[in-house]
């Protein structure tokens, strides 16, 4: 009975390193593909989308279709009018003050990674799995956090990473 539980949890971590290497194999693979130098922003037709609530700005293809926009003025979102599963949007939030958060949530913060054109800090986050892949742009000032994503089914992630980098690169915040 031993050497039979031996064996089965065994085969439970080959299978954990398999699925977590081919895991970090389709992902490199995924990314390989996901340069930015080549990226042609001059064709393609941008509009701007520019929240009024919060005062923040960015970049989208102007052939891009707008879901309706939220009920409060926090943010919008626009699907792609070749595959709806394609979207970027961008929204903001009051932060709440640090005397309300608790520690779990204060040890949550990353590190700055990545830096706007305009000049602003903040972590950019690239996610893909099965499912779908995501780039997040997160910036923090004062007290308000702004927000920005493009997603697509996995499948898709590297034909839009580079489209995805470049309105994050251009997402601006007023001076006010």
Do not use: H
Request: glycine letters at 8%.
């Amino acid at each position: 009975m031993a050497t039979a539980n031996k064996i089965c949890s065994l085969g439970r971590r080959i299978y954990r390193f398999t699925a977590s290497v081919s895991g970090a194999i389709a992902l490199l693979i995924i990314l390989w593909g996901c340069t930015v130098n080549d990226f042609n922003a001059g064709a393609i037709a941008w509009k701007t989308y520019r929240n009024s609530r919060y005062g923040f700005e960015f970049p989208y293809p102007s052939n891009w279709t707008s879901l309706a926009a939220s009920e409060n003025g926090d943010g919008i979102a626009f699907i792609s009018p070749q595959n709806n599963s394609v979207e970027i949007r961008g929204w903001a939030s009051q932060q709440l003050p640090n005397s309300i958060l608790t520690n779990q949530e204060s040890e949550k913060k990353l590190k700055p990674n990545f830096q706007t054109a305009q000049g602003v800090s903040g972590v950019l986050v690239v996610e893909v799995d099965r499912r779908g892949g995501s780039m997040t742009l997160t910036l923090t000032q004062s007290q308000v956090k702004y927000y920005w994503q493009g997603r697509s089914k996995s499948q898709d992630f590297q034909d839009y990473y580079r489209l995805f980098y470049y309105i994050a690169q251009q997402y601006r915040i007023s001076k006010s």
